[in-house]
């Protein structure tokens, strides 16, 4: 049977030149970096060296980069860490702000951990975004208050794969002196990221997105940002981030890092026909379906639908048994049977967005898997909804209409 992963916005495979550069700091060169021997000094060596390879991916300064465990660490570092160091306490005479903004359609790490410190005062506000996923820029000015003290905006989203104008919104945020924190976890490695052209405070990455060891990530802080350690203890990553650093997946990430660099155009580029041909053929294959997300600003390899009248959970379990390898919206609730934030912040109808699926293709596709998607997807979906009681009633209604 073929086997076909298509859930690159999950997690990528570790390339096998990755694990060549880790495999020694499993076994051979396994001293604590923190440690004043020979052995410590070859770990910590190690960990420099990753650091400036993986600066040099978004043009960073070597001494910006923090390493984190996930995405989803960097990211509740940046929230809560900007907004605890930056909002004044009242009586202050440089008084500032409880008020932070964020997408509606932002990744739960980040509405999350907002939501945890309304706990503690502040106050958050979701900004709309448009039917295509795209950030109104204007409403997001207007949202702004002499409170406000962070804005966070993801630069693309896992789910509709939508990438967002973040230059500008990093513009607004300098203009008005508000800290700006963006999620780049599914775009650094993927497209071409520079953290100085786009004024971003902070910006979380993460290894297992540009074909890196999982459980490895990363914090971009702006020199001069100030922010508090989100892991209290010793004096790794500059007292920032407390523990013993991951050195086998930290050289994993810089040596992704450093591949990604030099492949990325060539990557997208293959990405980028895959994509837009099953944007383009699948809904003529699939009646009542549709592309979710703006069709041409979004990830290389990435492609969502709403497949109508079915649950994307039974289509993703069927073609499991095929072999093919998807998920049905976002990583992070696919597990829970509840319509995606996403899907309804973009104003679909509840009724239909749990039948959402998303590809996530990856540098090893080819034509001939966009084909076996096409062949293998429109019997599952024809199969389901001849169980589906949502699809017998839109046929028994357009049968009434007709007479």
């Known amino acids: 049977m073929k086997k076909l992963y298509l859930d690159n916005t999950s997690g990528t495979r570790l390339d096998p030149r990755v694990l060549e550069s880790m495999l020694p700091y499993f076994s051979e060169k396994y001293g604590n970096p923190q440690s004043l021997h020979d052995w410590g000094a070859e770990a910590l060596e190690a960990i420099t060296s990753a650091r400036e390879k993986v600066a040099k991916l978004i043009r960073a300064l070597p001494e910006e980069i923090f390493f984190t465990a996930s995405g989803s660490e960097s990211n509740n570092f940046a929230i809560k860490g900007l907004a605890l160091a930056n909002a004044m306490p009242a009586g202050r005479q440089e008084k500032k702000g409880k008020h932070i903004l964020v997408l509606k359609i932002e990744h739960v790490s980040v509405l999350h951990s907002a939501k945890s410190l309304e706990k503690l005062g502040f106050k958050v506000t979701e900004v709309p975004v448009d039917k295509d996923g795209l950030i109104n820029l204007e409403e997001l000015s207007k949202a702004i208050t002499n409170e406000t003290i962070l804005i966070a905006a993801q630069q693309a989203s896992n789910e509709i794969g939508v990438i967002q104008p973040i ?184 009724a239909i967005v749990h039948g959402s699926l998303v590809f996530g293709l990856g540098a090893d596709h080819q034509d001939a898997d966009i084909d076996y998607i096409l062949e293998k997807l429109p019997p599952v979906v024809e199969r389901l909804r001849s169980m589906s009681p949502l699809w017998k009633k839109s046929l028994d209604s357009a049968r009434d209409k007709e007479v």
């Open 167 to 350: 230059g500008e919104i990093g513009k607004l945020a300098a203009e008005r002196n508000i800290l700006f924190h963006c999620d780049g976890v599914q775009t650094v490695g993927t497209i071409p990221v520079e953290v100085q052209a786009l004024t971003v405070s902070t910006m979380s990455l993460a290894a297992s997105q540009f074909y890196g060891p999982k459980g490895v990530a990363a914090l971009y802080i702006k020199k001069g940002t100030r922010i508090l350690p989100f892991i209290d203890g010793g004096i790794q990553e500059e007292g920032r981030r407390a523990g013993l650093e991951n050195v086998p997946g930290i050289v994993g990430m810089g040596r992704a890092a450093e591949l990604a660099q030099e492949e990325m155009a060539e990557r997208s580029q293959k990405l980028i026909k895959l994509r837009d041909r099953l944007l383009a053929e699948l809904p003529k294959k699939i009646p009542h379906s549709f592309v979710t997300g703006h069709r041409t600003k979004r990830l290389p390899g990435h492609a969502s639908f709403v497949i109508k009248f079915i649950e994307g959970e039974s289509m993703m379990m069927l073609l499991n048994l095929m072999g093919i390898a998807v998920i049905s919206g976002s990583a992070c609730t696919s597990r829970i049977l509840k319509a995606s934030h996403v899907l309804l912040a973009l104003g679909l109808d509840p």
